[in-house]
C-alpha cells in the first residue's frame, strides 16, 4: 500500500526521499527529548531569570519554532535534492529556469543489429556503446524511453523515467534479439508516446538509432526502398508525420555498414503437401544475396535429424537479388513420424540467418475419401464416377502416395474425416446441413474439399449452400457441340499445374493435355480472392480453387469420369490429378513451423505439458489449455513466445518445432544512403547522422530540470542549515569572551 | 545555606585570614572617609565633640602618611620617622552588614564550594581584622530576612575572634530583606560609623535604597560591597536547564543561550539603579567577583576608595 504511493513521488529515487523525509522526525524528537532532559540548577538571581523570560516568552517561542522549522526543512530539501526532485508540471519546470524533456530511443534490437563485419564490431554493439554514454552523461531528471525495433523486443523502457544510472545499466545490458525489425511500428509507439508527454514535459524528441538497411524499409530484395514502395515504406512515413504531430523531433542515428553483405536462407518449404515414406523430397528454397558482389555457386548443405543429406550448388546469385531454387533430396525418408530438415549456408557476418530449420511429419500415404454420388453398376459394366480417379491416385499395388478410399453418399455422415487429407464429391447432390457443417470444420481445420459436378449434382442448390464454402458460384450447364468440345487452355492455365506438360510437349512428348475434350461443363462464377487453377478456350474456368479456413476447397466445371469429358481417358490424366493434388491439397505441419516471437501450439493429446528442449541448452514448458467455448472449445499445449530460433526436441528427441528468423522481412543488409533514408522517411537529410561518434542533438540543450532543481534544493538545504546555525547564535548572542557587567574592585 | 558549620567542628579562622590578602589591607589605609575629616577637624573642628585628642603613641612611617605628622623631633632623635597618633584615631567604628540569606549559598561552576557567602565573609574578617589592629572598633551583623545576630562594635582584642564564630555559625532564612535591616541598623548605631554591607544585594531595590538613604540620614557612612558569582554576571549555561529558585520555591526551565542577554540586561538593570542611587547617597558601592581573587578585588577596592577620599 505504502510502496506504491512512494514510488509515485515525483523524485529520480522516491524511496531515498522518503527515507530523508522519515528523517525530518529527528530534530522533532530531539525537539521533544530536550524539553523533557534537562539538569537542574540551583539559582539564585532567579528574580531576573523570570523577568527575563516574561518579557521574552513570546520571542523564544517563536525563535524555537523557526530553528526547528529550519531544521526540518533542511533536512527535507537536502532529502529532495538528493533523491532528484522532478517537476511533474511543465509550469513548474518552466518557473524553475528550465523546461524538461524527454527523449524516446527507437533502438532497432532485430537479428540484422547483430552482423558482425570482418573489422569492427556489430552495429548493436555500436549502438549499444553510444546509447550507454550518451545515457551515462545525460544530466539527472531528464526523461529517456526506449522502445525495441524488433518483432521479439519485449519490454525495454517504454515508460518514460529519468536518467539515472539504473536506465544506464539497463542500456548496457542489452543484447540483439532474434526478431525481425519492425522499425514503423516501434516508431508510432514514439508517436503514441510523444503525443502523451506533450504536455509534461516542455521538449520530445524521438531518437532512431538503427542499421538502416533495406530490410527496415520493408525491401525484401534490392537496394532501393523507393524503387517499389511497400506498405511497410508508407507505415514509416505515416509514424515519422505522427512524431512530428506530437511536436516531437525526430532525429537518426545511423549506425549501419555501407558494405555489410549477407545471404540468407528466407524460405524453404516442401513442393509437395506430404513428405511421403519411401519418396523423394521436392523441395523449394529462396537465398537472398543482399551484397553488392554477386555470389558464384551458391552451395547448399542439407541435413534431416542432424545427418547430413548432401550438398547442392544452387547457382549463382546476383547482388541485391534472391534466387529460388527447386531441389530434390536423394535420399528418401525411411520412418515415419516428425523430422526435421535443416538447410545451411556458409557462414558469414550474420550466420543466424544462414541457417532454416523445418519440422515436418513423414507419412505412408495421404488418405484422400472419395464420396460417389453415382456408384455405377460392375454388373454392367458401369463404372462410377470416382473410378478413373481412384485409380489414379492409386495405381499401384503398393508405393503409391495416395490412399484413396472410396463410399457412397449414405455411408459420409458415419466417416471420420480426421484421418482424411482430402474429400473428393464426385456427382452429389448437396449433403444435409449436418454434413455441411462436419465438411466446413474438416475444411476449416487444413483438409481439401474437392467437388464435381455430374448429372445427380443440382448447382443450384450448391451455390444456394452459402457460407463461403465454395470459390466459386455455380452456373448455367453448358452443352458443347460434339464437333467443336471445349478445351482446356494450357496457356492460361495456372503454370505450376502446367509447366510439366508444356515441356513435355515441347519435347515432342504427347500427352493430351491440348487435346482434352470437354462436352458438358457448369459455368463456375469465382468468388473474390479465389484462384482460377485451370481454364477453358475462351477463358472459362475450368478448376476454381480458395481458401476457407485452414484448408482449401476446389471446384472443377466437369465431371470427374469420362460422362462430360474425355479427360480421364487422355494420357495427362493421372500426372494432371497428381499436379492438381499437389497444388490444393494443404501441406500440416504448420504448426510446427514458426517465425521468432510465435506461440507454439500443439494439440493436447494425451499429455497435460510437455517439455522441449531448445538450442543452446534451453528449455521451453507447453501447457495444457482450453481454446474456445462449448462444442468448439478444445485443449491445447502452449507457452510463452519462441525468442530463439532452433528445433525443439522432446526430451526424447523428438523434433517438435522449428523456430526460424523471419529472414524474408530482416536479411536484406543493403544499406541505405543517408540522402535516400531521408526521402524514404521524409524528412531532411541533415537529420540522419552517419556513423556517429556520439549521440548528440542540435536541438537546443536543455540542462535536465530534474538535475538543476536537485542541485538547488541540495543548496538551498544547506543554505538552511547555515541559516539555523546563524539563527541560532543569533538568537543567542552568546559571546564568551564579553563581560556584560564588568568587575570593579 | 548560608554559613552553616558542624558545631563540633573545629573553626578554622585562617581559613578568612590569607595572610597575603592580610598583608595587602594592612598596607592600605581604609578609614572612612568621616573619620579622615574627624581627625583632620581635630585640627581645626572636631565632629566628635567629648572624645579625646590626647597623643597615644607612635608608630613607624609608612608610605601614603601626611608628612606633616611626622614627629621630627623623634626624628631627630633616632634618624628614623614616626607618625604621631591620637587617640581619637580609634574611635572609628566599623559595623559590618553581611548578608547571610539563601540566594549568598550559591557556589558557581568555576569554583565549588566556594559560595558567595564565604567570599562574603572573608570579606568582613579581614576588614574586621584590620581594623581592630589598627584599633578602630568593629561590629558585625549578620542577617537574612532580618538581624539573625548583631554585635556590637568593640576594639576589644577578642572582638575579632567573636565575630569570626559568629560568622561561621550563623545559618540563613531564604528570604532578604535588606533594606529593613539597614533601617534596623541605621537606629541601632549611637555613634558615627562606617557600615560595610557585604550582600549580593539581590533584593527589592526601592527597599533597599530606603535603608540606605536612612543610614546616610543618620551621618553614617556606607560601603556596599555586591559580592555576586561569575556565572551571575555571564550566565554562561548551554544545556536546556530547570533553574530552581533558591529562595523562592519557583522553577524555570530554560535555553540558557537563548535567554542570556535578557538574563544579563534585567541584572544590569538592577545593578545601575542600586549603583546610581548609591552615587547620589554618596556611598561607596562595587561588585566583586567571587572568581576574583580577594587579594585582588579588596586591596583594588581599597586603594580605588582611598585616591577618591584623598
Known amino acids: 500500500m505504502l510502496l506504491p504511493m512512494i514510488a509515485m513521488l515525483p523524485f529520480v529515487s522516491p524511496g531515498l526521499f522518503a527515507a530523508g523525509a522519515a528523517c525530518v522526525s529527528i530534530p522533532i524528537i530531539i525537539h521533544l527529548l530536550n524539553r523533557r532532559r534537562f539538569r537542574q540548577k540551583p539559582w539564585a538571581a532567579m528574580q531576573f531569570l523570570i523577568a527575563a523570560y516574561r518579557r521574552n516568552v513570546r520571542r523564544l517561542k517563536l525563535q524555537r519554532l523557526l530553528l526547528l522549522l529550519l531544521r526540518c526543512l533542511a533536512i527535507l530539501l537536502i532529502a529532495a535534492g538528493i533523491a532528484q526532485f522532478i517537476p511533474i508540471s511543465r509550469g513548474l519546470a518552466a518557473l524553475l529556469g528550465s523546461g524538461s524533456r524527454l527523449t524516446i530511443v527507437v533502438w532497432n534490437n532485430a537479428y540484422p543489429m547483430g552482423y558482425v563485419p570482418t573489422s569492427g564490431q556489430s552495429p548493436f554493439a555500436e549502438s549499444r556503446r553510444l546509447l550507454t554514454n550518451w545515457s551515462r552523461r545525460l544530466p539527472g531528471g531528464e526523461w529517456t524511453a526506449v522502445i525495441g525495433a524488433s518483432s521479439n523486443s519485449g519490454p525495454l523502457l517504454e515508460k518514460p523515467v529519468p536518467a539515472s544510472p539504473s536506465v544506464t545499466n539497463l542500456i548496457a545490458r542489452q543484447k540483439v534479439t532474434e526478431g525481425s525489425p519492425q522499425i514503423a511500428a516501434a516508431l508510432m509507439k514514439a508517436a503514441a508516446l510523444a503525443k502523451a508527454w506533450r504536455k509534461r514535459v516542455a521538449h520530445v524528441r524521438v531518437w532512431l538509432v538503427s542499421d538502416e538497411t533495406a530490410s527496415d524499409f520493408g525491401c525484401r530484395s534490392g537496394n532501393n526502398p523507393l524503387a517499389k514502395p511497400s506498405g511497410d515504406l508508407h507505415a514509416l512515413r505515416q509514424a515519422v508525420k505522427a512524431i512530428g504531430a506530437a511536436g516531437a523531433r525526430f532525429r537518426v542515428f545511423d549506425v549501419g555498414r555501407p558494405d555489410a553483405a549477407n545471404m540468407a536462407v528466407t524460405e524453404l518449404r516442401f513442393t509437395r503437401p506430404a513428405v511421403l515414406i519411401g519418396h523423394d523430397i521436392h523441395l523449394q528454397l529462396k537465398v537472398l544475396n543482399s551484397g553488392a558482389q554477386a555470389e558464384p555457386n551458391v552451395s547448399v548443405r542439407f541435413l534431416i535429424d542432424g545427418v547430413s543429406s548432401g550438398r547442392q550448388t544452387i547457382g549463382t546469385i546476383r547482388p541485391w537479388s534472391a534466387m529460388t531454387a527447386n531441389v530434390l533430396l536423394p535420399d528418401p525418408i525411411e520412418l515415419p513420424g516428425l523430422h526435421a530438415l535443416t538447410v545451411r549456408l556458409a557462414a558469414d557476418g550474420l550466420p543466424i540467418d544462414n541457417i532454416r530449420q523445418r519440422v515436418f511429419r513423414a507419412r505412408t500415404a495421404l488418405k484422400v475419401l472419395l464420396v460417389d454420388g453415382k456408384p455405377g453398376d460392375p454388373a454392367q459394366g458401369v463404372l462410377a464416377s470416382t473410378a478413373w480417379l481412384e485409380a489414379a491416385l492409386a495405381p499401384a499395388d503398393k508405393g503409391n502416395r495416395f490412399a484413396p478410399r472410396r463410399i457412397e453418399i449414405d455411408e459420409l455422415p458415419g466417416a471420420d474425416l480426421r484421418h482424411y487429407a482430402a474429400v473428393v464429391l464426385s456427382d452429389i447432390a448437396p449433403p444435409g446441413a449436418a454434413d455441411i457443417q462436419r465438411l466446413e470444420r474438416f475444411v476449416q481445420r487444413g483438409g481439401t474439399l474437392m467437388i464435381y459436378p455430374g448429372e445427380e449434382a443440382d448447382a443450384s442448390a450448391w451455390t444456394h449452400l452459402g457460407g463461403g464454402l465454395l470459390p466459386a458460384a455455380y452456373g448455367a450447364r453448358i452443352h458443347t457441340p460434339a464437333k467443336t468440345p471445349q478445351t482446356l487452355d494450357v496457356t492460361r492455365s495456372a503454370r505450376s499445374i502446367m509447366a510439366p506438360f508444356i515441356a513435355a510437349q515441347r519435347q515432342g512428348i504427347h500427352t493430351g493435355i491440348f487435346h482434352i475434350a470437354i462436352h458438358q461443363y457448369v459455368q463456375l462464377i469465382p468468388r473474390a480472392h479465389a484462384d482460377v487453377l485451370l481454364k477453358m478456350r475462351g477463358g472459362a474456368p475450368l478448376l476454381v480453387e480458395g481458401d476457407f479456413g485452414r484448408g482449401r476447397v476446389a471446384v472443377w466445371g466437369t465431371s470427374c469420369d469420362t460422362r462430360w469429358t474425355d479427360l480421364p481417358a487422355q494420357p495427362a490424366f493421372l500426372p494432371l490429378i497428381y499436379r492438381v493434388m499437389d497444388q490444393v491439397l494443404v501441406a500440416r505441419g504448420g504448426r510446427h513451423n514458426l517465425l521468432v516471437g510465435r506461440k507454439l501450439v500443439l494439440a493436447a493429446g494425451h499429455q497435460t505439458r510437455m517439455e522441449l528442449r531448445g538450442p543452446g541448452g534451453s528449455t521451453m514448458e507447453l501447457t495444457e489449455m482450453l481454446v474456445g467455448a462449448g462444442k468448439s472449445g478444445h485443449l491445447q499445449l502452449s507457452g510463452a513466445p519462441m525468442d530463439t530460433a532452433g528445433v525443439y526436441r522432446t526430451t526424447a528427441g523428438v523434433p517438435m518445432a522449428a523456430v526460424n528468423v523471419d529472414a524474408a522481412a530482416g536479411s536484406n543488409l543493403a544499406h541505405i544512403a543517408a540522402r535516400a533514408a531521408a526521402e524514404c522517411f521524409s524528412i531532411p537529410a541533415s537529420r540522419i547522422v552517419t556513423e556517429p561518434e556520439e549521440l548528440r542533438s542540435s536541438h537546443r540543450s536543455a540542462t535536465g530540470p530534474a538535475g538543476n532543481i536537485g542541485w538547488l534544493m541540495l543548496m538551498l538545504g544547506l543554505l538552511m542549515l547555515a541559516s539555523e546555525a546563524l539563527a541560532a547564535r543569533a538568537f543567542s548572542r552568546y559571546r564568551l569572551s564579553t563581560q556584560t557587567m564588568g568587575v570593579q574592585a | ?310
Open chain 2, 1 to 310: 545555606m548560608a554559613g552553616d558549620s558542624t558545631s563540633g567542628e573545629k573553626i578554622d579562622y585562617r581559613r578568612h585570614l590569607d595572610p597575603k590578602v592580610l598583608a595587602k589591607i594592612g598596607a592600605l589605609d581604609i578609614r572612612a572617609r568621616l573619620i579622615v575629616e574627624g581627625f583632620i577637624s581635630g585640627m581645626h573642628r572636631s565632629p566628635y565633640k567629648g572624645f579625646s585628642i590626647e597623643f597615644a603613641q607612635h608608630r613607624p612611617y609608612t608610605s601614603g602618611d601626611d608628612i606633616k605628622f611626622i614627629d621630627w623631633k623623634v626624628f631627630g632623635r633616632t634618624d628614623r620617622h614616626y607618625i604621631k597618633q591620637y587617640e581619637e584615631e580609634t574611635n572609628l567604628q566599623v559595623m559590618l552588614v553581611v548578608d547571610a540569606s539563601a540566594s549568598m549559598a550559591y557556589s558557581g561552576r568555576n569554583n565549588p564550594p566556594w559560595r558567595k557567602y564565604d567570599h562574603a565573609i572573608s570579606i568582613a574578617a579581614s576588614i574586621a581584622y584590620v581594623a581592630l589592629q589598627q584599633r578602630d572598633s568593629a561590629g558585625l551583623a549578620v542577617y537574612d530576612s532580618r538581624i539573625r545576630r548583631i554585635i556590637r562594635p568593640s576594639n576589644n582584642p577578642r572582638q575579632w575572634r567573636i565575630m569570626i564564630d559568629e560568622l561561621s555559625a550563623t545559618v540563613g532564612d531564604p528570604k532578604t530583606d535588606t533594606g529593613a535591616v539597614l533601617d534596623q541598623i541605621a537606629e541601632e548605631l549611637k555613634h558615627r560609623s562606617l557600615v560595610i554591607l557585604v550582600s549580593d544585594l539581590f533584593d527589592d531595590p526601592e527597599r533597599l535604597i530606603k535603608g540606605v538613604r536612612h543610614l546616610r540620614y543618620r551621618r553614617h557612612d556606607l560601603i556596599c560591597l555586591q559580592v555576586l558569582d561569575h556565572d551571575e554576571l555571564d550566565f554562561p549555561f548551554h544545556q536546556t536547564t530547570m533553574f530552581k529558585g533558591m529562595e523562592e520555591a519557583n522553577e524555570l526551565v530554560v535555553e540558557p543561550q537563548a535567554l542570556r542577554e535578557a538574563y544579563l540586561k534585567e541584572i544590569t538593570e538592577h545593578n545601575n539603579r542600586i549603583r546610581t542611587a548609591c552615587h547620589q547617597l554618596r556611598v561607596d558601592c562595587t561588585q566583586i567577583d567571587t572568581s576574583v581573587p580577594l587579594d585582588v578585588s579588596l586591596p583594588n577596592f581599597l586603594a580605588s576608595r582611598a585616591a577618591r577620599m584623598s
